[in-house]
């Protein structure tokens, strides 16, 4: 590992909304294309990013435009590029006139696709390049060329690669982009490949553009960069053909600890950039996935938990704290004393170890019977194991709600808050909009400041009958404090309510317990 002062820098180009938008069923809208492509550039600062395909559709050209008038007045369009076909004037064309600077030009890095897909000898293909190329460069458009299966064409036929790039490297190509198009390689693979490829032409710049068709993508970064290459094509969240790119998140961290080089990217924004992508791109990530999953900084074994209060033992350099989010300590069957007391800490509740022993106990049968359990319902496990109403603040008595076609619902409420009764009524749109109506009413009556409702996920079971229990998370945000709160029942509206009972009683003892 490099530790210098003076440690290669190594650049990103990220290419989410080009391949990445080439995963099966994602289409990002433009709006969504424009905000990705800032995130990407100025929060999360990646070098380069590859927006579009040129000729597609108009509204992949206004994104672009929209792209490119806002780089432009950052002083940075020479990082938005576009990827375009040796196709002579028409794509210079429609990339110029949506504002961009820089093409990526694919032309066809297998002889076998050169062949039979163009029906052209490498001459001739060369030939069409260098009028494409020459063209681009009088529009005052910098060129980068891709060779489109680069991988199969060095294996297949080393002399049509190698004159591929002898044939145009008089043009003025800035990168020469290698694709591992299928995603063939293995790690020594690339490193021999890349090692000859600069060897081969010293003065040439190469990108290495990886897939990740074996789960090789990452390892097959490390490879290159050891090989010599500076600059890396990934994608937020491993979007991609088939299995995807190289992932972002893992490549960034992994140059960063495992090879020790330079990095121009924020840390502290893959997260929040890997969740817009999730939500644009409809493309859900594993809970365990690496650097940006939700489980991914969560001890679950209560061993692991005991280390980590007693001195920090299974604690790494790839903590949570370098990318702005929070280490958990999950409550289930597998938690010991340690988890618990982690998440009492967390909450700011104290209990004597007789009854933190009681609420391990509860706990751990909770979750050998497959319940989710959640920081935010250990208060209320407390409460019921010491048989105490300390978090009964709020008791809902009565909710009945009525719906049907084409009409709004309304609601019956009774409740008892503090010992004192409550009724009211509500109306909305849906059956929790109009219990959210009526019980605002009511708590208004206690001077209680409902919380932002900023997310609402509704799980059911897969395979699960019409009568399955359906699990209601709701996110709230209050002040600059983030929380959850959980509800279960067969009825989805009824879990919601729950959820948002959940959320009442905390807050409502959070205020007792500050005028204490």
């Known amino acids: 590992m490099t530790n210098s002062a003076n440690a290669r820098h190594i650049r990103l180009m990220d290419t989410t909304l080009r391949d990445g938008e080439q995963t099966q069923?994602?289409?990002?809208?433009?709006?969504?294309?424009?905000?990705?492509?800032?995130a990407l550039l100025q929060s999360l600062k990646v070098d380069r990013i590859e927006v579009a395909s040129?000729?597609?559709?108009?509204?992949?050209?206004?994104?672009?435009?929209?792209?490119?008038?806002?780089?432009?007045?950052?002083?940075?369009?020479?990082?938005?590029?576009?990827?375009?076909?040796?196709?002579?004037?028409?794509?210079v064309d429609w990339i110029t006139s949506a504002g961009a600077k820089v093409i990526n030009l694919l032309t066809k890095g297998s002889e076998k696709h050169c062949r039979e897909q163009l029906g052209q000898t490498l001459e001739g293909h060369v030939a069409a390049i260098t009028r494409t190329v020459e063209y681009a460069i009088e529009q005052?458009?910098?060129?980068?060329?891709?060779?489109?299966?680069?991988?199969?064409?060095?294996?297949?036929?080393?002399?049509?690669?190698?004159?591929?790039?002898?044939?145009?490297q008089h043009l003025g190509i800035s990168h020469y982009l290698l694709p591992d198009t299928l995603g063939l390689l293995a790690p020594n693979e690339v490193f021999d490949?890349?090692?000859?490829?600069?060897?081969?032409?010293p003065n040439e710049e190469f990108d290495f553009h990886p897939h990740n068709d074996y789960g090789l993508a990452t390892a097959n970064v490390f490879a290159a960069i050891n090989a010599g290459i500076n600059n890396i094509h990934c994608t937020m969240n491993c979007l991609g053909e088939r299995a995807g790119n190289a992932s972002l998140a893992e490549v960034a961290v992994g140059i960063k600890d495992k090879l020790g080089l330079k990095l121009s990217i924020d840390e502290t924004r893959i997260a929040v950039l890997s969740r817009m992508v999730e939500n644009f791109s409809g493309k859900w990530i594993a809970a365990n996935?690496?650097?940006?999953?939700?489980?991914?900084?969560?001890?679950?074994?209560?061993?692991h938990a005991d280390g980590d209060l007693k001195g920090n033992l299974?604690?790494?350099?790839?903590?949570?704290?370098?990318?702005?989010?929070?280490?958990?300590?999950?409550?289930?069957?597998?938690?010991?004393?340690?988890?618990?007391?982690?998440?009492l800490v967390e909450l700011g509740i104290s209990l004597s170890a007789e009854d933190q022993a009681k609420v391990l106990e509860r706990v751990v049968s909770l979750g050998d019977s497959k319940h989710v359990i959640t920081s935010e319902d250990l208060p209320f496990?407390?409460?019921?194991?010491?048989?105490?109403?300390?978090?009964?603040?709020?008791?809902?008595?009565?909710?009945?709600?009525?719906?049907?076609?084409?009409?709004?619902?309304?609601?019956?409420?009774?409740?008892?808050?503090?010992?004192?009764?409550?009724?009211?009524?509500?109306?909305?749109?849906?059956?929790?909009?109009?219990?959210?109506?009526?019980?605002?009413?009511?708590?208004?009556?206690?001077?209680?400041?409902?919380?932002?409702?900023?997310?609402?996920?509704?799980?059911?079971?897969?395979?699960?009958?019409?009568?399955?229990?359906?699990?209601?998370?709701?996110?709230?945000?209050?002040?600059?404090?983030?929380?959850?709160?959980?509800?279960?029942?067969?009825?989805?509206?009824?879990a919601g309510i729950k959820a948002t009972i959940r959320m009442i009683n905390i807050m409502l003892h959070a205020r007792a317990a500050s005028t204490n």
């Open 381 to 494: 496990i407390i409460a019921d194991v010491m048989e105490s109403k300390e978090y009964q603040h709020i008791d809902l008595k009565k909710c009945d709600i009525n719906t049907g076609l084409d009409v709004g619902s309304t609601v019956s409420i009774r409740v008892i808050i503090d010992e004192e009764e409550f009724q009211g009524s509500g109306s909305g749109n849906g059956g929790f909009d109009a219990f959210m109506d009526g019980i605002e009413k009511i708590l208004q009556q206690k001077e209680f400041q409902m919380p932002l409702l900023t997310d609402y996920e509704v799980h059911i079971p897969r395979g699960g009958k019409t009568d399955a229990l359906t699990e209601c998370i709701i996110t709230w945000q209050s002040d600059d404090r983030e929380f959850k709160t959980r509800g279960v029942d067969s009825n989805q509206v009824m």
């Open 25 to 38: 069923g994602v289409s990002f809208a433009v709006n969504e294309k424009v905000n990705i492509a800032r």
């Open 193 to 201: 490949a890349l090692t000859e490829m600069q060897q081969r032409f």
């Open 140 to 168: 005052g458009v910098t060129v980068n060329m891709y060779l489109e299966d680069w991988s199969s064409g060095y294996q297949d036929s080393k002399d049509y690669v190698f004159g591929l790039i002898s044939g145009t």
């Open 314 to 343: 299974y604690v790494s350099k790839l903590g949570p704290e370098r990318f702005a989010r929070k280490r958990k300590y999950a409550l289930g069957k597998m938690s010991g004393k340690a988890s618990i007391a982690n998440n």
């Open 54 to 91: 040129a000729c597609v559709s108009e509204g992949e050209k206004q994104a672009v435009a929209e792209i490119c008038e806002w780089a432009a007045s950052e002083g940075i369009l020479d990082r938005v590029e576009v990827l375009g076909f040796v196709d002579y004037k028409r794509s």
């Open 289 to 303: 996935t690496p650097v940006v999953g939700a489980d991914v900084f969560t001890q679950t074994a209560g061993i």
